[in-house]
């Protein structure tokens, strides 16, 4: 087998960034390559292929002919369908490339279907679905989940975004049009703070592994606990002082953020594009169409806003080590002295 491979260009590492990860333009870069919608449309076999090259280039041997275009491809391939903690093929529905034919298909009918509380019930239970997959999908892969903290987050989710949808969907109908057409990302946004918590709850209560700058595991950020009064803030009729874990909770806010980001400029500029052409004549002519021109344009404005939203943070997270839980921090300082500044970890997207 060795006697049919070529070695790697002297210098060639598959894994580092074609981009520099810690500028927004970088990332964005990154970011708009593996999220390339039309990568949803590559045949499985032709994705394991590119998963074999990426690890044969990594273990320094690559097919006699590879040229750089078809290492980068491959890699390319392997970022948009892959998971990057575990390896393992992520199911269509949940990768990031998922989300332009996906997304734009679900907020288009959310923002057309929004007058009548049945089809508002529908159209959020569909999107809660969808984002349940995602968040699933793209959650810390150390961090298993079970199928009953599955269900709570969803059903959790779900129930946040009805809640809102409806409730502000009642309280808008003597309100002027425009802002009924906005209870959608209002709901959007309620339902993201949920979801994604709930989702990878297991992060927040069992901790995440945390490296160095060279990927070394330091050890586990978790949930602390200190006995006795005045440190943190203590629950009623306990001794026990409890500090949330915080390289999950950083990880999961900056998600939360990019999520709702993600969302915002096609659900809130796009009702007031509709609210104005529907004005005109000839789009009171072909209400009929008004649905398929919300979908398209909803794809025009994720396009764009996936990989930016997703390139606001670095996906390799990093936490000062400082602000770590004082039992890791001990930990770190003991085995490494001053050599560590900071951890990193993966955050999810």
């Given at each position: ?63 006699p002919g590879s040229s750089l275009e078809q290492l980068l491809y491959a890699k390319k391939l392997y970022d948009s369908a892959f998971h990057p903690d575990s390896g393992e093929k992520m199911n269509l529905i949940g990768r990031m490339s998922f989300q332009v034919p996906g997304g734009m ?237 900071y951890v990193y970890f993966n955050k999810g997207l």
């Open positions: 087998t060795h006697a049919k491979m070529a070695t790697v260009p002297l210098g060639f590492n598959i894994d580092s960034p074609r981009w520099d990860q810690s500028t927004f333009v970088g990332r964005l870069k990154h970011f708009l390559n593996i999220t390339d919608p039309r990568t949803v449309l590559v045949p499985e076999d032709e994705l394991d292929q590119a998963k074999a090259l990426v690890e044969g280039c990594r273990a320094g041997l690559v097919p298909a679900i907020t288009g009918c959310m923002l057309q279907f929004y007058r009548t509380v049945p089809a508002v019930v529908f159209w959020q239970w569909v999107n809660q679905s969808f984002n349940a997959f995602v968040n699933y999908t793209n959650r810390n892969a150390a961090s298993p989940i079970s199928l009953r903290q599955i269900g709570v987050a969803y059903v959790t989710a779900t129930g946040a975004a009805l809640a809102t949808a409806v409730g502000l969907n009642l309280y808008t109908k003597r309100a002027p049009p425009l802002l009924a057409r906005w209870v959608p990302f209002a709901a959007v946004a309620a339902a993201n703070c949920v979801n994604i918590p709930m989702m990878r709850q297991q992060e927040i209560i069992n901790g995440i592994t945390v490296t160095d700058g060279d990927n070394n595991e330091l050890g586990r950020s978790r949930v602390s606990v200190r006995m006795g009064m005045g440190w943190g803030t203590a629950l009623p009729g306990l001794t026990g002082c409890f500090c949330l874990q915080r390289a999950a909770v950083k990880g999961i806010a900056q998600v939360v953020f990019s999520r709702i980001t993600m969302a915002a400029p096609g659900m809130i500029i796009l009702p007031i594009i509709m609210e104005r052409l529907e004005k005109f004549t000839f789009m009171q002519r072909i209400r009929v169409l008004h649905g398929p021109l919300q979908v398209l344009l909803c794809g025009g404005f994720l396009l764009f806003m996936v990989p930016a939203a997703c390139a606001l943070f670095p996906q390799r997270c990093s936490l000062a080590l400082a602000d770590l839980e004082p039992e890791l921090r001990d930990s770190i300082v003991a085995k490494h002295g001053d050599k560590v500044s």
